[in-house]
Structures are given as C-alpha cells and as structure tokens.
C-alpha cells in the first residue's frame, strides 16, 4: 500500500476530484466552494435588503435566515453576527477599489485620471445597490472615512515624490479624496448611466483645479 498523501488532487476531464483514503474517487472541493458561495451570497443579498430599508440598527439574524432560507446554524458557520456581513462586503469592496486606485502612475501628470475613473465606475456600476446602500441616508460613515484614507494614501506617495511638504500634502489628500468620492457619490445616486467622455471631462477638470 502506498504512503503517498491519501487527500491527492486528481484531474478527469475538467472536473477535479479528491481521492479519499480508500481511494475512492469523490467530488473535490469545488462544489464545496461553490456551495459556500452560494450561501454567503443569499446571506449578503438578505442582509442587503434588510440594511437598505432599516439600516444596521434595523437588521436583525433572524429576520435575515428568514429571507435568505438559510438556517441560524448555517449562518453562524459563517459570520460571527450581522456586523461581521457588514465588514465583510466593506473590505471586499475596499480591496477592489486599492487594486485600481492603491496606485496612481501617471496621476499627478493629469495623464492617468480618466483610466482609474473608468476602472472605478466600472466597479461600482457592478456592485452599485451595495455602493447605494452604505453611502445613503442609513449607510456606513466608516465606509466613507475608509474610502477617503485609501484614496489620501494612494495620492500621498505620489506627492512625497514630488517633495511636496507635509501640510499641503495633507490638504491636498484631504480635499482630493472628499472631492472625488463626492463626484463618484453623484453618479451612483444621480446619474449611474453617465457617459464614460462626461466621466473622463469631470475627473480631468477636478485633477486640474485640486492637484497644480
């Protein structure tokens, strides 16, 4: 009998398998997966619709497994309590937003603006009823405060390469990052189909007038 690792990973076809210890061959963690997501996905959804209307304060698990039809049990074998689906969709939205945005080469050159604005709406176009949810009336400040420290950070290694000095820097960072996440707050709540040339003009006109 062989001593090599019992949990090997086989490949038929597309499908991956698991061997398992009597060297049967089971469907591997690919369902598995799929299945959890799933479940997290009708958990978000739920949590979603509740916190839209009610707002975190409003949101409660029971009301959130009655109408995603997952069990209480199921529900914790994912998220410790309402807050940590809250924080989870956050940092996940967080996440993607630093990978477009966390850095700025041509930036301050007015040449990579427009670029990191498609990217951005692009990404916020496609998770726009979350983006709705925590920047309205009974969103997430932190969200918000979040946001506006990624971009300032983003933007403040760009300008200590410019030996910018530490005040205008953070005047700078501070009034670049309000400005753009109001401009991107008008266009989830007021105008989501804006043309990508009206976005790029808007984006190029604020660099202009934040960033000499």
């Not at 005040?167 to 996440?181: E, N, P, R, T």
Request: glycine share 8%; with cysteine.
């Amino acid at each position: 009998m062989s001593n090599f690792p019992v949990f090997s990973l086989a490949t038929a076809g597309k499908k991956k398998y698991n061997i398992n210890k009597k060297g049967l061959v089971t469907l591997g963690a690919n369902r598995r997966e799929l299945n959890r997501q799933r479940t997290v996905a009708d958990i978000e959804q739920a949590f979603l619709q509740l916190y839209r209307r009610d707002g975190i304060d409003g949101v409660s698990i029971s009301a959130v497994c009655a109408l995603s039809g997952v069990a209480r049990s199921t529900f914790y074998l994912y998220f410790e309590d309402k807050y940590a689906v809250l924080q989870g969709v956050e940092d996940r939205l967080l996440s993607a937003l630093w990978d477009i945005c966390g850095n700025l080469p041509d930036l301050l050159a007015h040449r990579g603006g427009s670029e990191n604005a498609l990217r951005t709406i692009a990404h916020i176009r496609a998770n726009i009823d979350w983006y709705r949810a925590l920047l309205g009336r009974r969103g997430d400040p932190m969200f918000v405060y979040r946001w506006k420290r990624d971009i300032d950070r983003s933007l403040r290694r760009k300008l200590e390469q410019r030996n910018t000095g530490r005040q205008d820097a953070d005047v700078q960072g501070v009034i670049f990052a309000s400005a753009l996440i109001g401009l991107y707050t008008y266009v989830i709540f007021e105008y989501p189909d804006i043309p990508d040339r009206d976005l790029c003009r808007y984006m190029d006109g604020l660099l202009a007038q934040i960033l000499p």
